[in-house]
């Protein structure tokens, strides 16, 4: 599976954004899909996820302004980001578990830069 992401850039407070992930290769085997994101020099961290049924749950920090959506026929992954704030700032990675013979692999995207200004 390769996951490629697209989207982001810069941004203002209380603007929006919005990121697409599109996956290719084995994508009958992709189950869940999700967003983290890593700001400088800190560990990347949950964002948001939704599993192949549309069961979604979010970190609190962003609950209530992003929204994560899902396309099955396409296999993309959306993260709408509103109200943004200048802590939302980073790299922004799209995530999947492919599961194959019983076995869950997760996939990484290769990011994609958020900045966001005061």
């Known amino acids: 599976v390769q996951l490629q992401a697209s989207g982001g850039g810069l941004g203002q407070a209380g603007g929006s954004l919005r990121l697409s992930c599109i996956a290719s290769?084995?994508?009958?085997?992709?189950?869940?899909m999700a967003w983290y994101r890593q700001a400088p020099g800190k560990q990347r961290e949950f964002v948001a996820i939704?599993?192949?049924?549309?069961?979604?749950t979010y970190a609190d920090s962003v609950k209530g302004r992003f929204t994560i959506s899902r396309d099955n026929a396409k296999t993309t992954v959306d993260l709408q980001m509103n109200s943004l704030k200048p802590e939302d700032t980073a790299v922004y990675y799209c995530?999947?578990?492919?599961?194959?013979?019983?076995?869950?692999?997760?996939?990484w995207g290769q990011g994609t830069q958020v900045t966001v200004s005061s």
């Open positions: 290769g084995n994508i009958l085997s992709i189950t869940t």
């Open positions: 995530y999947c578990d492919s599961r194959v013979f019983g076995y869950t692999k997760p996939y």
């Open positions: 939704i599993t192949s049924g549309g069961v979604t």
